[in-house]
Antibody, heavy 120, light 106 residues
Framework: EVQLVESGGGLVQPGGSLRLSCAASGFTFSRYWMHWVRQAPGKGLVWVSRINSDGSSTSYADSVKGRFTISRDNAKNTLYLQMNSLRAEDTALYYC?????????????WGQGTLVTVSS | SYELTQPPSVSVSPGQTASITCSGDKLGDKFASWYQQKPGQSPVLVIY???KRPSGIPERFSGSNSGNTATLTISGTQAMDEADYYC?????????FGGGTKLTVL
């Protein structure tokens, strides 16, 4: 069974940093592109970042470019999101998600999310 | 940056057909996916590659994509289909989600 379990969320002050983790199991993690997607309270889904299967290629939404870094450790089956210079508008539930086996344009598995709150 | 536009809300009576649109520049040249999200739950893929349903998704869910508009259609809508729906596509190297549509089954 495919499982994605996020952790690392919490309360952080504006300007602070946080590192999110996503532990993957039930599939060959090293073969899949992965994404981070966030959802502010009561709002819609917003794509944040993606990384290819070996970590050599990444891309970011303009809103986080230069502040967030996506990475992965295929030996540990874990995806990361390093978030620096956090702002109030980064407050959201952060999901990790797997590129679909059905078609590369879709996402087929999502974690339950980890909540990040940026506030003083 | 690329944008996908959805109506904020759509209402439908039980048993009727609901259509949710997603508009974007030349969206028909891209592949559209659709996700269902119920309160307190993670999103679920219901349509991928414009028209295809993953295993376990009821046949009443269908999709189309042409020109500038992708459409999610739910035939014979049931109360359990009440949820938020999001379209999604790729623009170059980035993923884009629509703003979401709240489907209410009255």
């Amino acid at each position: 069974e495919v499982q994605l379990v996020e952790s690392g969320g919490g309360l952080v002050q504006p300007g602070g940093s946080l590192r999110l983790s996503c532990a993957a199991s039930g599939f060959t993690f090293s073969r899949y592109w992965m994404h981070w997607v966030r959802q502010a309270p009561g709002k819609g889904l917003v794509w944040v970042s993606r990384i290819n299967s070996d970590g050599s290629s990444t891309s970011y939404a303009d809103s986080v470019k230069g502040r967030f870094t996506i990475s992965r450790d295929n030996a540990k089956n874990t995806l990361y999101l390093q978030m620096n210079s956090l702002r109030a508008e980064d407050t959201a539930l952060y999901y990790c998600a797997r590129r679909s086996t059905l078609h590369p344009s879709a996402v087929d598995y999502w974690g339950q999310g980890t909540l990040v709150t940026v506030s003083s | 940056s690329y944008e996908l536009t959805q109506p904020p809300s759509v209402s439908v009576s039980p048993g009727q057909t609901a259509s949710i649109t997603c508009s974007g520049d030349k969206l028909g040249d891209k592949f559209a996916s659709w996700y269902q999200q119920k309160p307190g739950q993670s999103p679920v893929l219901v349509i991928y590659q414009d028209t295809k349903r993953p295993s376990g998704i009821p046949e009443r869910f269908s999709g189309s994509n042409s020109g500038n508009t992708a459409t999610l259609t739910i035939s014979g809508t049931q109360a359990m289909d009440e949820a938020d729906y999001y379209c999604q596509a790729w623009d170059s190297t980035n993923v884009v989600f629509g703003g979401g549509t709240k489907l209410t089954v009255l």
